[in-house]
Antibody
């Protein structure tokens, strides 16, 4: 059974940094692109960032461009999101998800981790 | 930027069919995917490529598309179908990026 397990959320002050991790199992990790999707509590889903199967082609939403960095380590079936210069409006649940290259669907999702940016 | 428009809420009586729409320009040229999200849980893919179902998703969930609108139908609605539903496409019109609709809360009355 495919599974994505996330870690790394927490509380951080505005301007601070946080690194999220996501480890995949039960599927061939490097067959998939990967993405991060976030959700402000009580609101809708927002795509944040994506990366190709080989770690190339990093993409970002305008709201996080220049502040967030996505990366992956296929040898460890792992995906990362380095979040710098955090703002109050980055407060959200963050989900990692596999992205099927051919049609851009998100097949498998992590359980989500809450990032709270507050002074 | 590309926009997908969903109604905020839809209600359905148990046993009846609920339809949730997702509108967008040029949606006919894009593959539309649908997710179900229950409170406190991660989203689950229920329909992909407009009308295909992942393994394990009941046949009661079906998708279609016509003109500028994609539709998710939930037939023989059950209390367990109460959830938020999101449509999604991968937009390549400018930069490549994921785009979600605003979400629809389905209530089974």
């Amino acid at each position: 059974e495919a599974q994505l397990v996330q870690s790394g959320g927490g509380v951080v002050r505005p301007g601070g940094s946080l690194r999220l991790s996501c480890v995949g199992s039960g599927f061939i990790f490097d067959n998939y692109g990967m993405s991060w999707v976030r959700q402000v509590p009580g609101k809708g889903l927002e795509w944040v960032s994506g990366v190709n199967w080989n770690g190339g082609g990093a993409l970002y939403a305008d709201s996080v461009k220049g502040r967030f960095t996505i990366s992956r380590d296929n040898s460890k079936n792992s995906l990362f999101l380095q979040m710098d210069s955090l703002k109050n409006e980055d407060t959200a649940f963050y989900f990692c998800a596999t992205r099927t290259n051919i049609d851009g669907r998100f097949d498998y999702w992590g359980q989500g981790t809450l990032v709270t940016v507050s002074s | 930027s590309y926009v997908l428009t969903q109604p905020p809420s839809v209600s359905v009586a148990p046993g009846k069919t609920a339809t949730i729409t997702c509108g967008g320009d040029m949606i006919g040229s894009k593959k539309v995917h649908w997710y179900q999200q229950k409170p406190g849980q991660a989203p689950v893919l229920v329909v992909y490529d407009d009308s295909d179902r992942p393994s394990g998703i009941p046949e009661r969930f079906s998708g279609s598309k016509s003109g500028k609108t994609a539709t998710l139908a939930v037939s023989r609605a059950e209390a367990g179908d109460e959830a938020d539903y999101y449509c999604q496409v991968w937009d390549t019109s400018r930069d490549h990026r994921g785009v979600f609709g605003g979400g629809t809360r389905l209530t089974v009355l």
